[in-house]
């Protein structure tokens, strides 16, 4: 009895520290009462020291029960010993044999989509039922599958992620569905695609001619025969040498004949040296044929840049005839109305003034449609304004509306984790403890109340 008196006072002095503003003494643990009790633990489980700022905002459920499973199995691989490879239990061999390790190797996958939506075409959906393999036959190595799955995980989330910030930010002003938005922005990207290219290839094709043939030198006089036969020898010397500067390149030439020359077998010194000097004369040959090319490289764009100035001197002259006929037209026409000016005069006069009158009563129908169209215009003003206004508030209000689904969303799926890590924590607690020991308990200690009480009044009298 002492012994209790003691600890209860202690508790009392404990509580008081704390600052309970309470009675509080040794007889509130020994002789308690309900109220007292839940008055003191409602105190004490406010001291109760709270969980940090960091460990509040991380998110409950699968994930923090897996951190702390993939903890628990670090300290228990750790605990271990470590022990020489002849030695190793079969748990050993799983935690400490490095056989099993393998790098974070990223496989492509192919997977199958939703096959409810309508806009899949029916081969697609047969070739996922009937010839779609698994993902885990996809693979080379069976290793690559959980980082292959998650990196396809990860890259689906973030997908979808930025689709719903997008339609957020820029899908929901634009006042269109998702699919017509979808369908803009493909259509957009195609169009730059397209002009990207359109400009590439118009680069391409400033800066660079045609690429020259690389056949061997006699396929490539076999060609030149063939083609000299096909234009029956007709044209000029200058578009016979267009034709063979688009057709070939002097330094190609060169460097088949070289090519051919090192590909022939082997003969005596007189035919290489006889070889030798009929190449040399081909490539002087050739050397002359390209000073001419360039030659009537440079007369052709002098001839186009002269043909460019004759052309614009022509639109002008044509311009400078079209208005000198105009007005020889205007004056033959005056000079046939002079011999009878006076009455050519007096009927000019009456259209004059008729086209004044006609002019004047346009001006007051004018003016009539023209007050209409104004009151028009200013209540179609007024009526777009005030859709634009409703507009704007049912934006406003759908804004709002989807943030509060959001955070129902947000607050469903964080008390749905809390929910799985309350029931996972109570499952791993000890189900061994029966009702029975805590009712014995109790009875014990209503008991101990009783002689305390019968103690008490004995002391009394």
Request: aromatic share 6%; proline share 4%.
């Amino acid at each position: 009895m002492s012994a209790r008196f003691r600890i209860g006072t202690s508790l009392a002095q404990a509580c008081q520290d704390l600052g309970y503003t309470g009675e509080v003494g040794y007889q509130t643990f020994l002789y308690s009462s309900e109220p007292d009790i839940r008055a003191l633990l409602i105190f004490l489980a406010e001291k109760l020291p709270r969980h940090s700022h960091e460990d509040a905002h991380q998110p409950a459920g699968k994930s923090a029960v897996l951190q702390r499973e993939i903890a628990t199995k670090i300290k228990q691989q750790l605990a271990l010993p470590w022990l020489p490879p002849s030695c190793r239990t079969a748990a050993a061999k799983r935690s400490q044999s490095l056989c099993r390790l393998h790098r974070f190797h990223v496989q492509p996958l192919s997977l199958a989509g939703d096959s409810s939506s309508k806009s899949i075409s029916p081969e697609r959906k047969e070739y996922w039922e009937k010839y779609l393999p698994f993902v885990s036959m996809q693979l080379p190595h069976a290793y690559s599958l959980a980082a292959s799955l998650l990196e396809r995980n990860t890259s689906d989330l973030s997908a979808v992620q930025e689709w719903e910030a997008e339609w957020k930010s820029q899908g929901l002003a634009s006042r269109l569905s998702p699919e017509e938005y979808r369908s803009r922005k493909r259509q957009r990207l195609q169009k730059r695609i397209q002009d990207q290219l359109r400009q590439c290839r118009q680069h391409h094709a400033e800066n660079h001619l045609p690429g020259p043939s690389t056949q061997d030198l006699v396929d490539m006089l076999k060609t030149f025969t063939v083609e000299e036969g096909t234009d029956n020898n007709k044209g000029s010397r200058f578009t016979h040498a267009q034709k063979f500067t688009h057709r070939q390149d002097p330094q190609v030439l060169t460097e088949q004949m070289q090519r051919v020359a090192e590909n022939l077998p082997k003969k005596d010194t007189q035919d290489a040296q006889a070889e030798q000097e009929e190449l040399s004369s081909l490539q002087q040959q050739i050397e002359h044929i390209e000073q001419d090319i360039q030659a009537l490289a440079e007369s052709t764009k002098l001839l186009h840049l002269t043909i460019n100035k004759v052309e614009e001197e022509a639109d002008k002259l044509q311009k400078q005839c079209d208005e000198k006929a105009n007005a020889v037209k205007v004056k033959k026409r005056a000079v046939e109305l002079l011999p009878d000016a006076e009455n050519n005069l007096a009927k000019l006069q009456v259209m004059v003034d008729g086209s004044k009158q006609r002019m004047a009563s346009l001006v007051g129908q004018w003016e009539t449609h023209r007050v209409r169209l104004a009151d028009e215009y200013s209540e179609m003003k007024r009526l777009q304004q005030e859709k634009e206004v409703e507009s704007s508030r049912w934006m406003k209000d759908v804004r709002d509306l989807y943030d509060k689904i959001r955070a129902a969303a947000d607050e469903a799926k964080r008390k749905e984790d809390l929910y799985k890590q309350l029931v996972s924590e109570y499952e791993s607690l000890p189900k061994d403890v029966s009702r029975a020991a805590y009712t014995q308990r109790i009875l014990e200690i209503v008991s101990n109340i009783k002689k305390q009480k019968e103690d008490i009044t004995k002391v009394k009298k």
